[in-house]
């Protein structure tokens, strides 16, 4: 069984730091692409940053140069590290990663449980 547990997220100032991290667990054979959607009621799910597992990254242009993701593969971690947070940036984040398990079948999609975080003086 694969799964993915967020941690991070919260309460934060604008302008402030917040970091979000994710491990995958499980039975695990081979992890693609791992990355980071953020959602506000009413609106749909929208990429924030994403990794390949050769690390070559893709932002939303709102968390151009603000964002930073990175991953270690070894661990099967990826980490969004986010700065100057504008209240615009107030979503529920969720972390994505397209997983090859042990059963030997092709990549899924999966899904972390997602982490509020919430930009507010």
């Known amino acids: 069984q694969v799964q993915l547990v967020e941690s991070g997220g919260g309460l934060v100032q604008p302008g402030g730091f917040l970091t979000l991290s994710c491990a995958a667990s499980?039975?695990?054979?081979?992890?693609?692409?791992m990355g980071w959607y953020r959602q506000v009621p009413g609106k749909q799910r929208e990429l924030v940053a994403r990794?390949?597992?050769?690390?070559?990254?893709d932002y939303a242009d709102s968390v151009m140069g603000r964002f930073i993701i990175y991953r270690d593969n070894t661990k099967n971690t990826v980490v969004l590290a986010s700065g100057i947070l504008k209240p615009d940036d107030t979503a529920f984040y969720y972390c994505?990663?397209?997983?090859?398990?042990?059963?030997?079948?092709?990549?899924?999609?999966?899904w972390g449980q997602g982490t509020q975080v919430t930009v507010s003086s």
């Open positions: 994505y990663a397209r997983i090859r398990g042990s059963s030997g079948g092709p990549f899924g999609d999966y």
């Open positions: 499980g039975s695990i054979i081979d992890i693609d692409v």
């Open positions: 990794i390949t597992s050769d690390h070559t990254t």
